[in-house]
């Protein structure tokens, strides 16, 4: 809980203000089942459903799948996945496609407003994802004013790919709207980005489960508590009573 008066609020994105996680995951499957087809003759799926991809990039989810490969290889069978031919290639037209139909936290909007409107904060979205899974978003429900371009901050695109737990995305969000770390709020979904908003040094603090599959909610919950969230919300709606309650007044 932060004692230093709150003028920010810093969300994450896919699983917390979009459900776009999953469709990035469903594409990202679909982009690498593909391509094992291609270079092995299958599509490689006992494989592709071991892979972490939950708030991954997909470098690093293609990292993991060469490796996972590669162990089973000799050395002198290795192979070398063109990951970035794949992301530019194949994952990008595909998502820009396929992100449109995501669907947004129940809520979002009228939380946006009472937190600008009403408690006069600041919004920003700090995100790993590229800003491609955001901005069609943006523009198709119509946030794109309450949170414009330069609110937008991609770990991937600003910060040379130092993905979050690396906390140099807050700390660039921070320096960006012109505030300490600690006059922010974090909220997340994942235990990455909860571990780089503590190192960050983000004063307050929100776990966000709303849009996880409801028979993870509660492993999920205790995993960012356990991350560092002061508090966990199962309902967007939740969150502006939650930063009244758990934030220093205005003096």
């Known amino acids: 809980m932060t004692t230093t008066q709150l003028k920010e609020v810093f969300f994450d994105w896919d699983g917390t203000i979009a459900h776009t996680e999953a469709v990035s995951i469903a594409v990202t499957r679909r982009v690498l ?40 290889l000799p050395k002198d069978a290795q192979i070398t996945i063109d990951i ?25 909007g009228e939380t946006l407003a009472e937190l600008q409107d009403d408690m006069k904060l600041g919004v920003a979205i700090v ?5 491609l899974r955001i901005q069609p978003l943006l523009d198709k429900h119509g946030y794109n004013e309450r949170i414009p371009a330069p609110r937008l901050f991609s770990a991937f695109e600003d910060v040379a790919g130092k993905l979050k737990e690396d906390p140099a995305i807050y700390l660039l969000a921070a320096q960006k709207t012109g505030i300490a770390p600690a006059e922010a709020a974090a909220v997340e979904d994942s ?3 909860m571990k780089a908003a503590v190192s960050a040094g983000i004063g307050l603090r929100v776990g966000f489960t709303g849009l996880a599959d ?19 919300i199962d309902n967007m709606r939740d969150l502006p009573k939650t930063l009244k309650r758990l934030s220093a007044p205005a003096p």
């Open 33 to 72: 089942s593909n391509y094992a087809n291609e270079a092995f003759g299958k599509p490689m799926t006992d494989v592709i459903d071991g892979l972490d991809m939950r708030g991954k990039d997909f470098g690093q989810i293609g990292k993991q799948f060469q490796d996972v490969i590669n162990a089973g």
């Open 214 to 232: 409801p028979a993870e909610a509660a492993a999920l919950k205790q995993a960012l508590l356990d991350a560092g969230a002061h508090t966990v």
């Open 127 to 131: 995100s790993n994802s590229p800003r």
């Open 191 to 193: 235990v990455t980005g």
């Open 84 to 108: 970035e031919d794949l992301r530019i290639n194949k994952l990008r037209p595909e998502t820009r496609v396929a992100i449109l139909n995501a669907h947004l936290a129940p809520g979002i």
